[in-house]
């Protein structure tokens, strides 16, 4: 009996420990969380049952057996982490401050993504590469950028600081800062001036399609009544 509650001692020793730590290493990371994410109610929570969180941890330990050249136990932890969060994150990649992935079944990240400061995934994103080519074949994410659910940037292209990627846009080409990018394949749209907010709000991302369409329609009634 003894045994088993020294046992259970480690264990929450252990536990209250890891806790401890994540939340001193990844303190901003878990603010940004509860910022962002109008579902986060507390630290805690974030720190015990945010997959995004736990995928980013182990993301940082396997990415310092990769700059080591441990590339299978690089891979090894990702795989355990990929199985356990459903976030795949290559060892490879580089990932700035304050990277947070939303709900984040299914996100894809691979070996040579650049991610910069203040990144929001949602899920299903995939950032991914073309072609069998060496070196870099995958993307650049700028500062600030949030990219929306289901949306995949392909290819060794750059997404410019505070742009958005709204939901299930396929980008397959560079993007300039302060843009805002929708459809397939991806399109910049104009916003009127208008910045969105970092929570992208999907709903009122204009379509740029729409957008030409409704200038053609305006220009034909112009011209009829001229």
Same mark, same amino acid.
């Given at each position: 009996?003894? +045994?088993?509650?020294?046992? &259970?001692?480690? @264990?929450? *020793?252990?536990? /209250?420990?890891? !806790? ?5 290493? $990844? ?20 720190? +015990?049952?945010?997959?995004? &969180?736990?995928? @980013?941890? *182990?993301y940082? /330990?396997?990415? !310092? ?5 441990? $590339? ?13 969060t ?12 304050r ?37 870099k074949?995958?993307?650049?994410i ?52 208008r ?32």
């Amino acid at each position: 009996m003894s +045994l088993t509650i020294n046992i &259970l001692l480690i @264990l929450i *020793a252990i536990t /209250v420990i890891k !806790i401890a730590l994540i939340s001193i290493f $990844f303190y901003g990371e878990i603010r940004i969380a509860q910022k962002k994410d109008p579902a986060a109610k507390s630290f805690l929570e974030v720190v +015990l049952l945010y997959q995004g &969180l736990h995928a @980013l941890v *182990a993301y940082r /330990v396997s990415h !310092i057996f990769y700059k080591l050249h441990m $590339f299978f136990t690089a891979r090894f932890i990702s795989q355990i982490a990929r199985s356990i969060t459903g976030i795949e994150i290559h060892p490879g990649a580089q990932i700035g401050k304050r990277f947070f992935v939303d709900h984040g079944m299914g996100v894809i990240v691979g070996e040579t993504s650049i991610i910069g400061d203040d990144v929001l995934l949602y899920q299903g994103v995939t950032l991914g590469g073309t072609g069998l080519k060496q070196g870099k074949r995958h993307p650049t994410i700028g500062n600030n950028v949030v990219i929306g659910a289901g949306a995949k940037i392909l290819g060794d292209i750059t997404i410019g600081d505070k742009s958005y990627v709204g939901a299930n846009a396929v980008v397959i080409k560079d993007v300039p800062p302060n843009s805002t990018v929708v459809g397939v394949p991806g399109r910049v749209t104009k916003q009127d001036g208008r910045k969105i907010e970092d929570s992208l709000d999907h709903i009122h991302v204009l379509d740029p399609i729409k957008q030409t369409i409704e200038e053609l329609e305006k220009r034909i009634e112009k011209l009829e009544k001229g």
